[in-house]
């Protein structure tokens, strides 16, 4: 049991560039999301989504897509990836129903855009 | 939404005992009080969370005033790995797939030896 899982673990990117974060999680919890951290501040939610394919936009959506097309993964790209988006990102899951004490955290993937 | 102000850091010794206050001055009624820890390179990890009075569980104790407009997460005698950064969040648990939760900056915890 993994828990839930980020790959890759860092990337540098140029501006313009696209990548896609993969989120994985083994169990079997219906809602997933991805946050993004800045130095000094806190988790800012970007998307969020409570089933398989279905997404919705968090607080700062802009510059990102999501998709969840199978239960256990959620996927977020850049298109064109800017010097903002450079932060830590950190993906999390949650079983429906449940409080939110039951939310795990992804170890966060490091990306830097120069 | 609930806004909460908590310090920005604090220093302690190991062996002591840690008290960080947060302030949510606009809790609402559903509101509940959640602690995550966040150590460096991880991810968040939820560590206590009450709606009143006291809770207590193997990591630390949650105290909280009738009025609800504040929290003091206790952590008892603090060892050199308990340095890490403290979220306090207000929000309603219950919201559906959303987390309406609010992470702040944080309290960044430093333990000595």
């Not at chain 1, 990102?89 to 490091?110: H, L, M, N, V």
């Not at chain 2, 008290?19 to 820890?37: F, G, P, V």
């Not at chain 2, 790995?81 to 309290?107: Q, R």
Request: hydrophobic share 35%; with cysteine.
């Amino acid at each position: 049991n993994a828990g839930v899982t980020q790959t890759p673990k860092f990337r540098v990117l140029k501006t313009g560039q696209s990548m896609t974060l993969l989120c994985a999680q083994d169990m079997n919890h219906e809602y997933m999301y991805w946050y993004r951290q800045d130095p000094g501040m806190g988790l800012r939610l970007i998307h969020y989504s409570v089933g398989e394919g279905t997404t919705a936009k968090g607080e700062v959506p802009d510059g990102y897509n999501v998709s969840r097309l199978k239960k256990q993964n959620f996927l977020l790209g850049l298109e064109s990836a800017a010097p903002s988006q450079t932060s830590v990102y950190f993906c999390a899951s949650r079983p429906r129903g449940q409080g939110i004490e039951t939310q795990y955290f992804g170890p966060g993937t490091r990306l830097l855009v120069l | 939404l609930a806004k909460t102000t908590q310090p920005i850091s604090m220093d302690s010794y190991e062996g002591q005992e840690v008290n960080i206050t947060c302030s949510h001055n606009n809790i609402a009624t559903n509101d509940y009080i959640t602690w995550y820890q966040q150590f460096p390179s991880q991810g968040p990890r939820f560590i206590i969370q009450g709606y009143k009075t006291k809770v207590t569980n193997e990591v630390a104790s949650l105290f909280i005033p009738a009025d609800r407009k504040s929290s003091t997460l206790s952590l008892p005698r603090v060892s050199l790995s308990d340095t890490a950064v403290y979220y306090c969040l207000v929000g309603d648990i219950f919201s559906g797939g959303y987390n309406k939760l609010i992470f702040g900056a944080g309290t960044r915890l430093a333990v000595h030896p």
